[in-house]
T-cell receptor, first 115, second 111 residues
Framework: AQSVTQLGSHVSVSEGALVLLRCNYS??????LFWYVQYPNQGLQLLLK??????LVKGINGFEAEFKKSETSFHLTKPSAHMSDAAEYFC?????????????FGSGTRLSIRP | DADVTQTPRNRITKTGKRIMLECSQT?????MYWYRQDPGLGLQLIYY???????NKGEISDGYSVSRQAQAKFSLSLESAIPNQTALYFC??????????FGSGTRLTVV
């Protein structure tokens, strides 16, 4: 069965500092991996996704994530935090090749940015 | 217009009442999902549908039912609402492998 673990329910960084949000997954088959962002009072938006090919994936707003199969990880990074990055971030996994697959979400990490 | 529209945006209802949350989409996707979001728990899957004739229970379907009226419409019902069903509810659609498109959510409060 698939599962996703996000390490740290709340991360706080200073404006301009590196953002690192951690995600580990469990899947019995090669996964598709996603990061979603949720701004206050809004739905979730797709930030980036890994399906196949290049393991370093670039998304919107300067975020990127690297798929590391050996570590079963898909951590999200941004070199320099901006106040507008304050939001909740969800890592998610779906199984490749399964026509009946669903996306399983992690419990989320709230990112706060200090001025 | 939004690709995925949920109505109502906010609703307060009394314990024991029946309530329906509606979702419609203009994406043309076959797959539709209902999730609930609670603080610290992420999103939990309630029901999902891969086409009009296919309805499946998710992780937490007890106390809920759904209806897929058409490809574009997927409604969630609480037959007899209880306070622990107070949550943020999201509808989503997808084409299978490309990530979901979410609605803006319905904030439901059961008093």
């Amino acid at each position: 069965a698939q599962s996703v673990t996000q390490l740290g329910s709340h991360v706080s960084v200073s404006e301009g500092a590196l953002v690192l949000l951690r995600c580990n997954y469990s899947s019995s088959v090669p996964p598709y991996l996603f990061w979603y962002v949720q701004y206050p009072n809004q739905g979730l938006q797709l930030l980036l996704k890994y399906t196949t090919g290049a393991t370093l994936v670039k998304g919107i707003n300067g975020f990127e994530a690297e798929f590391k199969k050996s570590e079963t990880s898909f951590h999200l990074t941004k070199p320099s935090a901006h106040m507008s990055d304050a939001a909740e971030y969800f890592c998610a996994v779906s199984e490749i090749g399964s026509s009946a697959s669903k996306i399983i979400f992690g419990s989320g990490t709230r990112l706060s940015i200090r001025p | 217009d939004a690709d995925v529209t949920q109505t109502p945006r906010n609703r307060i209802t009394k314990t024991g009442k029946r309530i329906m949350l509606e979702c419609s989409q203009t994406k043309g996707h076959d797959r539709m999902y209902w999730y609930r979001q609670d603080p610290g728990l992420g999103l939990q899957l309630i029901y999902y549908s891969f086409d009009v004739k296919d309805i499946n229970k998710g992780e937490i379907s007890d106390g809920y039912s759904v209806s897929r009226q058409a490809q574009a419409k997927f409604s969630l019902s609480l037959e007899s609402a209880i306070p622990n069903q107070t949550a943020l509810y999201f509808c989503a659609t997808d084409r299978g492998k490309h990530g979901y498109t979410f609605g803006s959510g319905t904030r439901l409060t059961v008093v």
